[in-house]
């Protein structure tokens, strides 16, 4: 998983694309999965959105064959090739333009409201999508962008297979992709959240980007190009900050994010071969920053640790680094005062909790995301840190494990169990629950009187 949502592939993808700021391009996004991305885009760009609206010309008795494309202001594109292969007459051919036009026309006054659609003729376009799969679309949505006087196009993804660039032959003067698994199955494997856009959303971003003053608006804590990015969650979340957090001989790099009041602040211990970087605890910490809480994200290995593998799994290595960690964290001025908490996922509950049963380890608050507490061993009867434990109904072994290391446990503790959910929580709205939950959780034990508990 690469993605929390499309609005992060865009966030993601704009990172990829700074050659382009400044350089007068028109985004179009394919509506409407690509507009959330576009949007995103041509916010960190400072460029102007619209949809680029294509429809296929499907052969009348074969609709998933294409024998062309139509968009707006009367342009089409027809294969010659599959007009003789297929013998379809110029008639048929008129009768499915004419049916596709209707449905185009219809959906252009939907999503732009009556404005006029922003002219192409010499200018750089940027076409975007929230992936390629078989790259019809995509190519489609470049010819009529072409036919419509576009002086160079650019087409960009968040994700596509490596083989992409043959798929796309010409059509595009440039192709850009951050992401080229070599496992591509579906556009849809690699975000959390890939549900249907809806056309309500496609107007909004729209509208949105109509607002904007020309040249972006920068003064939001919206994402920007690369470095800039300011936030992991949706547009508008909280700033962070990068960090980088010297322990021992290693430099851990992690972000940041404090709120303004915040009643205290989440250090995140990220499981096996997982990173700060991790979909779904991003998408957990985006949720705890709305909620009023601080989040730290960081890597609890470098680089060149994480290919020996036996340091994946070091509880107590991962632990130490928790630890230390949480000492840098304290000596941050944003975070004076403020209490700590420890969201551990997967292997990282196992130290997290390690972490938590130091004697001075003052921790107001304990969540374990699918976790493996029975990793922290004896130490578990050794936690004071009031704990809740959340796992998938459906992780039936990891259940057990929870539930043998909840036995242990003898500090205030639940076992919450999110009905129908797998170990990754990749269930539609699973991961909502957790989010949910250990925000209520953590809210609940980083009061005031949970500070002066704490030692704080």
């Given at each position: ?50 949809v ?52 185009l ?22 076409v ?102 300011k ?67 960081f ?37 004076e ?16 909790l ?63 169990v ?28 980083m ?10």
């Amino acid at each position: 998983m690469l993605f929390m949502d499309r609005r992060d592939a865009g966030h993601q993808l704009a990172g990829s694309l700074g050659h382009l700021k400044d350089a007068g391009v028109v985004v179009l996004g394919l509506p409407r999965g690509g507009v959330p991305v576009a949007a995103a885009v041509a916010e960190a760009l400072g460029a102007p959105l619209d949809v680029c609206l294509v429809r296929k010309l499907g052969v009348p008795f074969h609709q998933e064959l294409g024998m062309g494309a139509i968009g707006e202001g009367g342009v089409r594109v027809i294969n010659d090739e599959v007009m003789r292969m297929t013998g379809v007459t110029d008639d048929e051919l008129a009768g499915v333009e004419a049916h596709e036009r209707q449905v185009l026309d219809s959906r252009a006054r939907r999503y732009r409201g009556g404005r006029a659609p922003i002219g192409l003729e010499g200018r750089t376009v940027l076409v975007v999508d929230d992936g390629v799969a078989t790259g019809s679309t995509a190519r489609a949505a470049c010819q009529i962008a072409r036919a419509r006087g576009a002086a160079r196009i650019v087409l960009a993804v968040p994700v596509a297979p490596r083989d992409w660039a043959e798929r796309l032959g010409t059509d595009a003067d440039e192709l850009v992709c951050p992401h080229t698994p070599r496992d591509f199955y579906a556009i849809g494997q690699f975000y959390l959240d890939f549900a249907q856009t809806d056309d309500d959303e496609v107007v909004a971003c729209l509208a949105e980007a109509g607002d904007r003053p020309a040249g972006g608006d920068r003064t939001r804590s919206g994402p920007a190009v690369d470095g800039d990015r300011k936030s992991y969650g949706q547009a508008g979340d909280t700033v962070g900050r990068e960090a980088s957090i010297r322990i021992g001989g290693a430099t851990l790099r992690g972000r940041l994010t404090v709120p303004e009041g915040a009643a205290g602040v989440v250090v995140f211990a990220h499981g096996s071969g997982s990173s700060r970087h991790s979909p779904r605890n991003r998408f957990v910490a985006a949720g705890l920053n709305r909620a009023g809480l601080g989040t730290l994200l960081f890597d609890l290995l470098t680089e060149e640790e994480e290919e020996d593998r036996a340091n994946v799994f070091d509880t107590g290595l991962l632990a130490g680094r928790l630890t230390d960690a949480t000492g840098w964290l304290r000596e941050q001025p944003e975070c004076e005062g403020l209490a700590v908490g420890y969201f551990g996922a997967s292997t990282g509950a196992g130290a997290a909790l390690w972490s938590a049963a130091e004697p001075d380890a003052r921790i107001a608050a304990v969540v374990s995301r699918g976790g493996r507490p029975d990793l922290a061993g004896p130490r578990l009867p050794e936690v004071t840190a009031p704990t809740l434990l959340i796992v998938g109904g459906d992780d039936l072994q990891v259940i057990d494990l929870n539930r043998a290391a909840q036995s242990r446990l003898h500090c205030e503790n639940r076992l919450a169990v999110v009905p129908g959910a797998t170990h990754l929580f990749e269930e539609s709205g699973a991961l909502e629950r957790v989010t949910e939950l250990a925000g209520d959780w953590f809210t609940d034990h980083m009061t005031p009187a949970a500070h002066t508990a704490a030692g704080f």
